[in-house]
């Protein structure tokens, strides 16, 4: 592995060198942002407004009296500028609503920094409407907070804690969001996107959705106790961190435990924008299982819709264990890369593969697949409709120290022969599988 890296590791010093020694400034700003909106907000510490300011002077500290008007106002006062949460909860309401719908609480449409402590709670008075919505802007960093929404009630893109529309450069860090109605974080059709070091937990749908968005970074999260929600087809479904139809985007070292659904799921966008150049890398994923619709449930699960296969996904080094019916599951993606990944205790085969062309297997470890004994599975599956595919250097096994699974091949080809290559010298064989 060191021998891999070693090259790409010298080349980004000497880069990093280069730069410096010709006065050009590597270290990335504090804020996340670049561009205009970091000059926009480059003042923005010194120019401060504490929303605590534009509470009627006789406000309660407990959350039991609503002033999402008074936040609004705070909100719009403080553009370009930092405006800082109090350390106590605000009650929100939606700040409009008929028989169908519920509008925002909150609206951001202009460049700014909202930050909080632990303490500072936009605390919903009910489900079904988006506590904070961030609509055609750029430039704005959310920090520090948290949003404490509601269960029950309509689930969806509507009725996320926050929603993104149409924004640029926007950072989300260190925010702590529980209890959604709907998925928790959503950003549509928005790019330079940053969501880091975020705690979410007991969301409806998804933790964190990126729908059409390009160029963002999902990292350092931590997902967990995820609900799911009924679709239109009755099915239970849902997932820790969902991209559709997004493209070159980074989702790295997150932590995603238990739900119902994928841990990650990557998928075309309306059957139509398919994902691309997205990269899944050092995430832990575990313990997600979905009994009422087992196709669902998978640690890492890369679908698509789309007419355009090729996605040129990578998937590296991400543990997964205990996650459904496989640990990785591949479908529609040409050219994808499978490499030094962890899997564990799948009910089905822990990498399986279907209508995929071109994609490498490699250095994979899978232990313990097939928990659930049924026939035609294996650790590593290449369904009927996949070419093209290279296994190499793979390990799997079934132990009985990790479990009561019983013996599988380590892979299984149902496709023509000749149709993909597997590398036998490299990779465990078919009767090297045994307890």
């Known amino acids: 592995?060191?021998?891999?890296?070693?090259?790409?590791?010298?080349?980004?010093?000497?880069?990093?060198?280069?730069?410096?020694?010709?006065?050009?400034?590597?270290?990335?700003?504090?804020?996340?942002?670049?561009?205009?909106?970091?000059?926009?907000?480059?003042?923005?510490?010194?120019?401060?407004?504490?929303?605590?300011?534009?509470?009627?002077?006789?406000?309660?500290?407990?959350?039991?009296?609503?002033?999402?008007?008074?936040?609004?106002?705070?909100?719009?006062?403080?553009?370009?500028?930092?405006?800082?949460?109090?350390?106590?909860?605000?009650?929100?309401?939606?700040?409009?609503?008929?028989?169908?719908?519920?509008?925002?609480?909150?609206?951001?449409?202009?460049?700014?920094c909202m930050q909080g402590t632990r303490q500072s709670v936009l605390q919903a008075d009910q489900s079904g409407f988006c506590v904070l919505a961030v609509e055609h802007t750029e430039g704005v960093l959310l920090e520090g907070f948290s949003i404490a929404g509601a269960t029950g009630g309509p689930c969806s893109m509507l009725t996320a804690l926050i929603r993104v529309q149409d924004t640029s450069d926007i950072v989300l860090r260190d925010l702590r969001l529980a209890d959604s109605s709907g998925p928790a974080v959503v950003l549509e059709s928005s790019q330079g996107a940053r969501v880091e070091r975020c705690v979410i937990?007991?969301?409806?749908?998804?933790?964190?959705?990126?729908?059409?968005?390009?160029?963002?970074?999902?990292?350092?999260?931590?997902?967990?106790?995820?609900?799911?929600?009924?679709?239109?087809?009755?099915?239970?479904?849902?997932?820790?961190?969902?991209?559709?139809?997004?493209?070159?985007?980074?989702?790295?070292?997150?932590?995603?435990?238990?739900?119902?659904?994928?841990?990650?799921?990557?998928?075309?966008?309306?059957?139509?924008?398919?994902?691309?150049?997205?990269?899944?890398s050092m995430n832990m994923i575990r313990d997600f299982a979905n009994p009422h619709n087992p196709l669902s449930s998978c640690g890492i699960q890369l679908l698509n819709g789309a007419q355009e296969h090729g996605t040129s996904v990578v998937v590296s080094a991400n543990r997964i264990e205990n996650c459904g019916v496989h640990g990785l599951w591949i479908d529609g993606h040409d050219g994808v890369v499978i490499q030094d990944n962890w899997i564990g205790s799948s009910e089905w085969s822990g990498i399986a593969l279907a209508r995929v062309h071109g994609a490498l297997v490699v250095d994979n470890t899978v232990w313990n697949s097939n928990t659930a004994a049924l026939a035609g599975q294996a650790g590593i599956l290449l369904q009927e409709h996949s070419s093209g595919v290279m296994l190499r250097g793979n390990h799997c096994a079934n132990l009985a120290a990790l479990g009561s699974a019983p013996a599988v091949p380590a892979w299984l080809d149902q496709s023509p022969p000749g149709h993909n290559h597997?590398?036998?010298?490299?990779?465990?064989?078919p009767d090297q599988i045994t307890r």
């Open 1 to 112: 592995m060191l021998s891999r890296l070693a090259p790409g590791l010298m080349i980004a010093l000497f880069v990093a060198a280069l730069l410096a020694s010709l006065g050009v400034v590597t270290q990335p700003d504090p804020t996340g942002l670049y561009g205009p909106a970091r000059q926009a907000l480059s003042r923005a510490d010194a120019d401060s407004l504490r929303a605590v300011e534009f509470l009627p002077a006789s406000h309660v500290t407990d959350g039991s009296i609503d002033y999402t008007a008074h936040l609004q106002r705070a909100i719009d006062a403080a553009a370009g500028k930092t405006l800082v949460l109090p350390p106590f909860p605000i009650r929100i309401l939606p700040q409009s609503q008929d028989e169908q719908n519920s509008g925002p609480g909150l609206v951001i449409r202009t460049p700014l």
């Open 201 to 280: 937990e007991g969301a409806a749908g998804a933790g964190i959705s990126l729908s059409q968005c390009q160029s963002a970074w999902v990292e350092a999260n931590l997902v967990r106790g995820m609900r799911g929600l009924i679709g239109k087809n009755g099915k239970q479904a849902g997932s820790a961190i969902e991209l559709l139809g997004s493209k070159d985007v980074l989702c790295s070292r997150n932590l995603l435990e238990g739900g119902a659904g994928a841990g990650i799921l990557i998928n075309s966008a309306n059957q139509s924008l398919a994902p691309a150049r997205i990269t899944l």
């Open 422 to 429: 597997v590398d036998v010298a490299a990779s465990a064989s």
